[in-house]
């Protein structure tokens, strides 16, 4: 399988974005990386991500509309799908998380398989907050990323926050 890994720059950090011919597999935040040239129906396709991407990043855009290919256990699948029916500006938490996909006690395990979303910001993990209306891990723990995007579809206020596409960060 092809695979076309290209760096988007936002006003967070940069986001690696990973295609193969079909289907994005791969979007978070992390270090430049380029792989290849890539077919016409790859380089199509991160176009269009990277298109859909920045138009989250300026505000026009509430939901993606990408082919995704997600490669996870049955669980897993099952949070990221739901994941996707959080509405944007909004955000639930673990617990309901884990109620939402009928396995109410299994709140580390949907935490875990969170974590391991392969597709982020598309798949909005950081929709997904504490019980206690506080944000919780992120990326590899890193909390200010999901601030960031929690502050971007207005979720949080921020004070200096007036343009979203000029995240004060």
Known sequence: MNLLTRTVETPIEPVVITVDGNAVVHVDFGE???AGEGTAEEQQLMEQTKKQLAEYFDGKRTKFKLPLKVEGTEFQRK???ELE???YG???SYQELAERIGNPKAMRAVGQA???NPIGIIIPCHRVIGKDKT???YAGSRVSLKEGLLVH???LSSPVFDNPG???L
Request: charge should be positive.
């Open 32 to 34: 430049p990386a380029a």
């Open 79 to 81: 949070v990221w799908k």
């Open 85 to 87: 029916a959080i509405p």
């Open 90 to 92: 909004e955000a639930i």
């Open 114 to 116: 969170n974590r391991r």
């Open 135 to 137: 944000l919780k891990g």
């Open 153 to 155: 579809e207005k979720f």
């Open 166 to 168: 000029k995240m004060p």
